[in-house]
């Protein structure tokens, strides 16, 4: 892998893109982190070798703003070789709480901060026939509660796909990653508040055991490399075995250890 790719990551200051950063920083990249919170990115970046993690901050679903504040980065560095579509959030816990509003962000940061991101890199991703890595979920792939957030993390599959089987005549390849649950602060702020949330959601995992950041940069990282050169329109479940079926059910079923 050439040590100049130019690598942008989106979400780069939260918890799973503080481990792709670091990821794809130590494989050789430049990375280009993008978030909205500037402070947080140049934090971050201060950590690096000068020159390793370039910052752009904007709000990512405003593809104008986002082509503006990673413009002087490509004059400088040239284009793109791999995006690590990253970014996202939700709001909304179920239907009856979800408002219009809440609808329309949730869709905003999980599908259409997916598609301004990709519409931002696609002349250089063509250019370096590079490659695309969305950061999706397990509720893209099951109704888990958020349903807002897991109808966009379903169009995100949906997108890759389409990408895959458009582009890939250039070399482009696009590619999913499903997390289940992921120990990032976010959810160990939930845990401060119910100690016991990570030992209730335990069952549901047959690994038992949850990922980390790094855990889904280490996938990352091999979707985006030269390993992976014929892989493209694939959906990687990284859940600790939750998408393989259902663990309680089958327990109660067989009457059986599970």
């Known amino acids: 892998m050439s040590q100049s790719r130019l690598t942008?990551?989106?979400?780069?200051?939260?918890?799973?893109?503080?481990?792709?950063?670091?990821?794809?920083?130590?494989?050789?990249?430049?990375?280009?982190?993008?978030?909205?919170?500037?402070?947080?990115?140049?934090?971050?970046?201060a950590g690096f070798e000068p020159g390793q993690v370039l910052t752009a901050a904007s709000e990512l679903s405003d593809l104008d703003a986002l082509r503006a504040a990673?413009?002087?980065?490509?004059?400088?560095?040239?284009?793109?070789?791999?995006?690590?579509?990253?970014?996202?959030?939700?709001e909304s816990l179920s239907l009856a709480g979800t408002t219009p509003g809440a609808w329309q962000r949730d869709i905003d940061v999980n599908l259409n901060a997916g598609y301004c991101t990709v519409e931002a890199a696609i002349d250089g991703l063509k250019r370096t026939r590079g490659n695309i890595v969305f950061i999706g979920s397990v509720n893209g792939l099951a109704a888990l509660g958020h349903p807002a957030y897991s109808a966009a993390k379903a169009g995100l599959i949906s997108y890759a796909k389409s990408i895959a089987i458009e582009y890939g005549r250039l070399g482009v390849r696009a590619n999913v990653i499903c997390p289940g649950t992921v120990k990032t602060q976010a959810w160990q702020a939930r845990a401060d508040k119910h100690p016991q949330v990570f030992e209730d959601l335990k069952k549901w995992y047959p690994l038992g055991d949850f990922a980390t950041p790094e855990d889904i940069a280490e996938a990352a990282w091999f979707l985006a490399s030269p390993q992976a050169r014929m892989i493209s329109g694939a959906v990687l479940p990284v859940d600790g075995g939750l998408m393989a079926g259902n663990r309680v059910m089958a327990a109660e079923l067989t009457l059986e250890p599970y």
Do not use: C, E, K
């Open 70 to 90: 990673l413009a002087p980065h490509l004059q400088a560095h040239g284009p793109i070789g791999a995006v690590i579509a990253n970014a996202g959030s939700a």
């Open 8 to 45: 942008l990551i989106t979400g780069a200051a939260g918890g799973i893109g503080r481990g792709l950063l670091a990821r794809f920083a130590a494989g050789g990249d430049r990375v280009l982190a993008h978030d909205r919170d500037a402070a947080a990115l140049a934090a971050l970046a």
